[in-house]
């Protein structure tokens, strides 16, 4: 996910997703911030997890993905004073986890059907499956760690950015 509108444009995706039905979170714990040599920009490298949790054959299924979120940060001047703003919002699929919010019952045991998913990447398989149940699909072509290009491209654009 690239959100170039900053952080409105995250939580927008996350809403469209979401319902009575289905409840996201995201829970973003920074981790490095650098600084540009002008002091005008910053470029902050989180670590964070999406959690969604929706019904499926009548049994709550919790969806974690692990990711790595690069975020650029500019400071500018406003009649307050200064004060960051964020500019962008880059997500880097690292890996995820799908699980019963309860165990099924042993008499009704909790059946997916995964049919079609090995070709599905497996930095965000478990989005596929899912976007997938609601009718959606996923692009192959997300950041993710099981494509080294994608993480390389992500680090060098912002490194570039940054230093401009």
């Not at 289905?22 to 490095?32: L, N, R, S």
């Not at 911030?33 to 054959?57: E, M």
Request: charged share 20%.
């Amino acid at each position: 996910m690239l959100f170039r509108s900053g952080i409105d444009g995250f939580i927008a995706g996350s809403r469209k997703l979401s319902s009575d039905a289905v409840a996201i979170m995201h829970d973003i714990t920074p981790v490095t911030i650098q600084f540009g040599a002008s002091g005008t920009k910053a470029l902050a490298v989180s670590t964070g997890r999406i959690f969604g949790r929706y019904a499926y054959q009548g049994v709550d299924l919790v969806m974690t993905n692990f990711v790595q979120l690069y975020t650029q940060l500019e400071r500018i001047k406003t009649l307050e004073g200064d004060m960051w703003k964020m500019l962008s919002l880059e997500c880097l699929y690292m890996f995820e986890t799908l699980t019963p919010s309860l165990p099924p019952s042993p008499n009704k045991p909790l059946d997916l059907d995964l049919s079609g998913l090995e070709a599905a990447r497996r930095s965000y398989k478990a989005v596929v499956w899912h976007i997938g149940t609601l009718g959606g699909s996923v692009r192959d072509d997300l950041p993710g760690i099981d494509k080294p290009e994608t993480v390389s491209e992500i680090e060098d654009r912002n490194q570039v950015w940054i230093n401009k």
